[in-house]
């Protein structure tokens, strides 16, 4: 009878860091790419989703914002190093953010050259 208890609870603890090591947020990483039109201007904005939690947001002009992310359910978030939130609702292999001014943009996931 206690050999079944220790066996349980080591096969309880194994189950535990395997669900621990197999990081539901390795599918989103990636790089992903959108494009945002201006009136007759179209801005390529490219985000990339490390495997450590840390990412970067650039565009075409030149600017980039670093940032940590997470995902938390079906929204992806992304906290920037000025404090703010951004949050995206994921689909199958893209995000849409809201950004401010009512503007939204959808990122898709760029395939990994090989």
Excluded at 42 to 69: A, H, P, Y
Excluded at 85 to 103: D, H, M, R, W, Y
Aim: hydrophobic content about 35%; glycine content about 10%; proline content about 2%.
């Amino acid at each position: 009878m206690k050999h079944r208890r220790i066996n349980a609870w080591f096969v309880a603890c194994l189950s535990v860091s395997v669900l621990f090591a197999c990081n539901s947020t390795d599918r989103y990483i990636g790089t992903y790419q959108a494009i945002d039109t201006i009136g007759e201007t179209r801005k390529e904005n490219v985000i990339e989703l490390m495997e450590n939690g840390q990412g970067s947001w650039s565009c075409r002009d030149g600017g980039e914002v670093l940032f940590t992310w997470y995902v938390k359910g079906n929204e992806l978030r992304i906290n920037t190093k000025e404090g703010g939130i951004i949050v995206g609702k994921l689909e199958n292999k893209s995000f849409t953010v809201a950004l401010p001014g009512q503007k939204t943009l959808t990122f898709f996931q760029i395939p990994a050259e090989e």
